[in-house]
């Protein structure tokens, strides 16, 4: 499965701003998708998740309420909705999707895209 991941941008505080993840290969055998978030020297960071279905999501509590994780089956992507954009939200942001299901440990997903640099000015 290969991932490419577009949408970042520098963004101020307030925004909204969508990260796109489109997934091609073997994707027949994807059971889940997710954003995973960097900074410099720090862990990877569970942002969002969803089932290839599109029926199950799950969210870290920092960005629930702000980020909407969804499918798009006919472009076989997954996309990030952020708004209400914070300073702390600024990471590189990786898309990763898992043969297994949805989860929120980095380990549990196989294949993972580039990162995109999303960065919130104050």
């Known amino acids: 499965v290969q991932l490419q991941a577009f949408g970042g941008g520098v963004v101020q505080a307030g925004d909204s701003l969508t990260l796109s993840c489109a997934a091609s290969?073997?994707?027949?055998?994807?059971?889940?998708g997710g954003w995973f978030r960097q900074l410099p020297g720090k862990e990877r960071e569970f942002v969002a998740a969803?089932?290839?279905?599109?029926?199950?999501?799950s969210y870290a509590d920092s960005v629930k309420g702000r980020f909407i994780i969804s499918r798009d089956n006919a472009k076989n992507t997954v996309n990030l909705q952020m708004h209400s954009l914070k300073p702390e939200d600024t990471a590189v942001y990786f898309c990763?999707?898992?043969?297994?299901?949805?989860?929120?440990?980095?380990?549990?997903?196989?294949?993972w895209g580039q990162g995109t640099l999303v960065t919130v000015s104050s």
């Open positions: 990763a999707v898992s043969l297994r299901g949805v989860a929120t440990e980095a380990l549990n997903y196989d294949f």
């Open positions: 290969g073997r994707t027949f055998r994807v059971n889940a």
């Open positions: 969803v089932s290839w279905s599109g029926t199950i999501r």
